[in-house]
T-cell receptor, first 113, second 110 residues
Framework: DAGVIQSPRHEVTEMGQEVTLRCKPI?????LFWYRQTMMRGLELLIY????????DSGMPEDRFSAKMPNASFSTLKIQPSEPRDSAVYFC???????????FGSGTRLTVV | RKEVEQDPGPFNVPEGATVAFNCTYS??????FFWYRQDCRKEPKLLMS???SGNEDGRFTAQLNRASQYISLLIRDSKLSDSATYLC???????????FGAGTRLFVKA
């Protein structure tokens, strides 16, 4: 199994631009999670999906953030417009249904200048 | 009060030492517990689950105390390769509401 695959690995963009992060979960995992990690705030859950349906998006910081999961093998996290304070590492993780052990992707390191 | 609290460290220990980390959680309805390890500039990786009866995996032992709402991780015979940040993780009902602690940094020195 290739694990959770995220792209891009690194993204540098200018303030105001749209950024789209992508994630392919492990096949058969029914739950998908987007996390953001910074030195100041640690790992923060942004949103999670179960069976492609968003269950809890209370962690999404603002309306500038949106996430979709059109099918079981793909999810996106979009930031529009991006701001320098969005700079962080964004992780996607997946989990089998009813289990808490997550597998994380390698993350996308986002820098907004 | 944070939902999951850990001593941030860092813990600086020599090779071969035994080191223990504690983590407390605030929600008594929490149902499952884990320790993750995160190396510098890498993703968190599951180290081990934590069961009420306690569990051991080689040099690592995890314990859960539901009455006092804390979990612990014991590392025996520390290796240089154990240097990392250790994250305490607590799941709420259903396994979907997961809270990560801020992590405890460990440095093992020769």
């Amino acid at each position: 199994d290739a694990g959770v695959i995220q792209s891009p690995r690194h993204e540098v963009t200018e303030m105001g631009q749209e950024v789209t992060l992508r994630c392919k979960p492990i096949s058969g995992h029914n739950s998908l999670f987007w996390y953001r990690q910074t030195m100041m705030r640690g790992l923060e859950l942004l949103i999670y999906f179960n069976n492609n349906v968003p269950i809890d998006d209370s962690g999404m910081p603002e309306d500038r953030f949106s996430a979709k999961m059109p099918n079981a093998s793909f999810s996106t996290l979009k930031i529009q417009p991006s701001e320098p304070r969005d700079s962080a590492v964004y992780f996607c993780a997946s989990s089998p249904r009813d289990r808490g052990g997550y597998t994380f992707g390698s993350g996308t390191r986002l820098t907004v200048v | 009060r944070k939902e999951v609290e850990q001593d941030p460290g860092p813990f600086n220990v020599p090779e071969g030492a035994t080191v223990a980390f504690n983590c407390t959680y605030s929600n008594s309805a929490s149902q499952s517990f884990f320790w993750y390890r995160q190396d510098c500039r890498k993703e968190p990786k599951l180290l081990m689950s934590v069961y009420s009866s306690g569990n051991e995996d080689g040099r690592f032992t995890a314990q859960l105390n539901r009455a006092s709402q804390y979990i612990s991780l014991l590392i025996r015979d520390s290796k240089l390769s154990d240097s990392a940040t250790y994250l305490c993780v607590v799941n709420q009902a259903g396994g979907f509401k997961t809270i990560f602690g801020a992590g405890t940094r460990l440095f093992v020195k020769a």
